[in-house]
């Protein structure tokens, strides 16, 4: 039987195509999946461990605390060689050269070379304080002069200098990227604020065994509220902490990977139930010379495992190639930095479990059908109508039995803001929808066709075609379904997200940038015009400041506005009224200090004490805000201070800020600039790379779903020879057979991405209205075009899929309608 | 009313132009070298119009091989092919498609119908493709004389043999082509169904001055034709005018079949 088995699969090999493609892109995604993870792992182990390759047992504190007094203690310890106390700090520094102060993060360099472990790339370490190694992100170089500004424990600012005598090499450390880094002597990191040491490396002398020097001095430290680790054990403990992120990351990808197999799985079962169905006489014929129906279960359960093995196997191959590109397109550069392939074995042996038993899962159901074939059916010529099953009534039970509660519960969860609730009820509710489908498609594509009738004589044969086999046309639409409901839920949720996310900022910082003179003397009249003239911004406002007494009888910094200037600068006035003639804006804290209220009475003093009385507003500012004119009537001496800008939306707003303070700081040199612009546009740049992210993988879905398509029709055209024949030879040209199955691949395709498209933009909707619901006003944002763009790229690849099955069936010759 | 005059051809005289198809030197070879396999040895062969003639031989005498050259499903390996004054051998796949669904009609042994389509999608199927609407009173008349007139929003699937086969000649007679070829038409029927279908193909020679070229191995078939055309081993083995169900079968029996 086996051998029967073995000499099929050659037979059949080329129809196995779509499967093995299938499993290979699923598996393959998995794969890649585990050994990315594993790699950013090992990646950030080797950078966060470069700091620990030299020390043989670390020490920290248990508490917090710091931890000087325990190294007179360790240097005691025998086979003990050196002991650094790691100390670190962070400073504001002026790198000659670069624009602005940049934040630093100072580590202390070890005196003992044993337990030094930075890599060089220029110079050499810092020996006495006033020297200072830095990282390459720092952009200075040996011989640099460095301004560095602390600040002392009673807030008094410190200014001192540093000479870069080395530039370190920090290699894959996540933290390269975001700051700077410097390496100065023990001294001057105390000098320049530090704590006192978090953590003591210890070297051990020559030969050392890490885990015995541990215990060493783990004894000697009994009782002491620290802990004792080789630096080993502290160098995996800390990547930990760093990978976590990237765990999570890691997660996502493996859900994904899930819908890839659920959809490898469907097309799989497609496959094998038309494969099957195509060997009904084969398979009753081995019946009639005495195969039991055991046996030919288990021969298309071998069928089943043999591709599903090497598939899986080939899967695993392309998994770690494409884990192999991504590392390698990555690099170290990234905020997850990447260097080489660490592939796990669990990646590989899971890989080809997974493939394997999905395809194993996906053969079983058109494996139990084989059995049912009866011998005599080699003797009968084939049945071509569709059987009814049982299993139709099922699949309707089971379906309602989870869509309903699921419903329920997504609606519940929604209302109450329960999020788990509502993923819940979304999963199960989806899987109930995936069932209904499958009843629910065939009507759907049928009403369609009908509707495309006046398409033409090929539109309508297409659009019987179509639905001939209702539950393989079910199948091969489910399968893009999911991918396309998936899809569409993840761009409409994102949107919405967005939208809320942006509207939150909004109301929170209203101005997109801040400039602001920090002078008595006032900033130049002309230099809001100045500024509103740069190419990226919308619009500016300038505010002037004076003295204001309030009811406690303290003078305070007050802010004028032009409403009218101002209205078109802020994003939103939820958050940060404007005042009108007679109206204070008065931050929070003036409802304790002052004892008002909003809506209420304040009166304000001006410099010749004369007192007016103003309506409370209450907002979010620092300081009273009134308008230019109230402003001026209480303070003369008012000088403009302050300029509120907002950008364009599509400018890029690091370019714009830049410019900004170039010209600010030309026209008033202690001019600083502040906002949030920067946070918005990283705020999108987060929202569109996960987006991008997410659809990649979900279009992985799509692939396979679109191969489903593809197969089908391939099939198709197998089974329908005779009918294609016919129409040959009754005066189809080869151009209308093309179009035939291009419009029956239209019709299943287009009817898949229309009711995915629905089904993904409610649980989008829902989705977003759960998760963030319960965190105040959820703004509904619907991308129309990128949901249109998804009908069309779902529809416009299942066309393309009938490509090479529609050049098969042009090529059936006329005669083969008469050789029946 | 009288059935026409068979005609003969002899081979290599100018084409009289009262034939409906005929074919010169016609050759068509399977496979090359030593396993060729000659279906068609050169034929030479004319069927009037107005007249229904039948194909008959053993199998593997190459009768069907002939019906696929003349009625342009086949390209034969050497020779000439003319519908009327067109000649087939000439022309094109997408020509000879356009030359098929609008002067010539088929009728099938199985699998006549497209069982996505009901019974009149089907007649008109034909015209469709060619983008021409059919003439409702003729329309009329063939769906009457076939006594479809109650079968029209039927599929195939629910319609019994002889049934599917009188959509089929009606989908064949409804463009009024130039020929009408048969291949076996009663292959698949029951006796009584069979001999409806034959008696239609008949009348619709006799009534309608339809020609038709039927290919058969059942001697009673043949003997409602006006002329039995007889091949063995890919060549001419004779014919016979107004042929008997006997006079076929002993003249088949002359052939060793």
New interface residues.
Partial sequence: MFRVTLSGLRAHAARLVASTVAIVIAVGFVVATLTLSETTRDTMLEAVGARYVSAEVVVTSTTGEPVDGVAREIAGVPGVQAVDLATSTSVQALVPGRSGAQYLLVDSVAEDPALRWQQLADGALPDRPGEAAVSERVGADVGDVITVTTYAEDGVEESSQVTVVGVVDLGGDPGAGLNGRAFVSGDQVQAWGALGPSEVRVAGTGGTDADALAATVRDALAGQDVDVRTGEEQAVREAEGLTGDAEVLTLMLLVFGTVALLVAGLVIANTFAVLLAQRTRELALLRCVGATARQIRRSVLAEAALTGVAASALGVGVGIGLAALVSALVGTDSPIPLAGVSVPLSAVLGGLAVGTLTTLVAALAPARAATRVAPLAALRPLD??PLRSRGGLLRLVAGLLLVVPGAAAMALGTAESEVLLSVGGGALSFLGVVLLAQRAIPPVVAATGRLVRSGG?TA??A???AT?NPRRTAATATALLIGVTLTTAMVVGAASTRATAQAGLAAQYPTDVVVTGNTDDGIPAALPGRLATIDGVRAAAGLSAGGVTGPDGYEGWTLGVDPAQAAPVLRSTDDLPLPSEGTAVLPWWTVEGWGVEDGGEVVLTGDDGAARTFTVALGDTDHPLLTTADLESLDPDAVADTVWLRLDDGADQADVVDEITDVAGSLVPTASVSGLASERAALDEVVDVLLLIVTGLLGVAVLIALIGVGNTLALSVVERR??NG???????????VRGLLAWEATLVAGVAAVLGVLLGAGYGLIGVASVLGGQGEVVLSFPWLQVAAIVVVATVAGLVASVLPARRAARI???A??A? | MSAPVPVMTVPGEPPPTTDAVRATGLTRTYGRGATAVHALAGVDVAFARGAFTAIMGPSGSGK?TLM?CL?G??APTGGQVFLGDTELTRLR??QL??L???RIG?V?????L????DAR?NIV??M???GRRPDPAWFDAVVARLGLRDRLRHRP?ELSGGQQQRVAVA?ALLSRPDVVFA?EPTGNLDSRSGAEVLDLLRSSVRETGQTVVMVTHDPSAAAYADRVVLLADGRLAGEIDSPTADTVLSALRGLGA
Avoid: I
Wanted: proline share 8%.
């Fill in positions: 071509p109508a004589v309508r044969l659009g019987g075609n001939r005779q009918e016919l129409l040959r030879a009754l005066g189809l040209t080869r151009g209308q010759p006329p005669v309608a008469l029946g | 069907s696929h009625a499903l086949d796949d997408d498609t356009k098929r669904r609008e088929f099938f042994q199985s699998f006549n497209l069982p996505v389509l999608e199927l034909p469709q493709l060619a699937a989908r291949d």
